[in-house]
C-alpha cells in the first residue's frame, strides 16, 4: 500500500516557521511529481507548492513564493515544505500528494495527483 505522512504543523505566530514533512512508503519518489496542497475553512483546496524528482524543477503558488521552500530527500523518500514569514492567512490543512504522471504545467491541480497524505494542521496566530 502507497501512503504519504505529512507532518510538522502546529501552531506559530505571524512571521514565524514551520517546516511540513512528507514521508511515503510504498511509494518511491523518481520520476515523480509531489505537490503540497492546502485547505483552509470555507475554501478550496488549493497548489502550494511542487516538486518534480525528475529534474528538481520546484513551483509555487504566488502567494507563497519568496516564503515557502520545497525539497526533497531521494535517500529519506521525504519532501520538505520550509515556510517561512507565515502569515495568519497561511492558516489550513496542508496535504502532500504524490503523482507519476503529473503534468508539470498543471501541477497546482490536485486531480493530476494519484495519492494523497492525511493533512497537518496550520495556524498562524495574529
Known amino acids: ?3 504519504l505522512q505529512a507532518s510538522g504543523g ?3 505566530q505571524d512571521g514565524g516557521s514551520l517546516r511540513l514533512s512528507c514521508a511515503a512508503s ?3 519518489f523518481d520520476d515523480a511529481a509531489i505537490g503540497w496542497f ?3 475553512p470555507g475554501k478550496e483546496r488549493e497548489g502550494v507548492s511542487c516538486i518534480s524528482s525528475r529534474d528538481g524543477s520546484t ?5 507563497v513564493k519568496g516564503r515557502f521552500t520545497i525539497s526533497s530527500d531521494g535517500a529519506k523518500n521525504t519532501v520538505y ?3 517561512n514569514s507565515l502569515k495568519p492567512e497561511d492558516t ?5 500528494a504524490a503523482g507519476g504522471s503529473v503534468l508539470l504545467s498543471n501541477w497546482d491541480i490536485d486531480v493530476e495527483y494519484d495519492y494523497w497524505g492525511q493533512g497537518t ?5 495574529s
Request: proline share 0%; glycine share 6%; with cysteine.
Open 81 to 83: 515544505l520550509q515556510m
Open 26 to 28: 510504498g511509494f518511491t
Open 121 to 125: 494542521q496550520v495556524t498562524v496566530s
Open 92 to 96: 489550513a490543512v496542508y496535504f502532500c
Open 59 to 63: 513551483y509555487y503558488s504566488d502567494s
Open 10 to 12: 502546529g501552531l506559530v
Open 38 to 40: 492546502r485547505q483552509a
Open 1 to 3: 500500500d502507497v501512503q
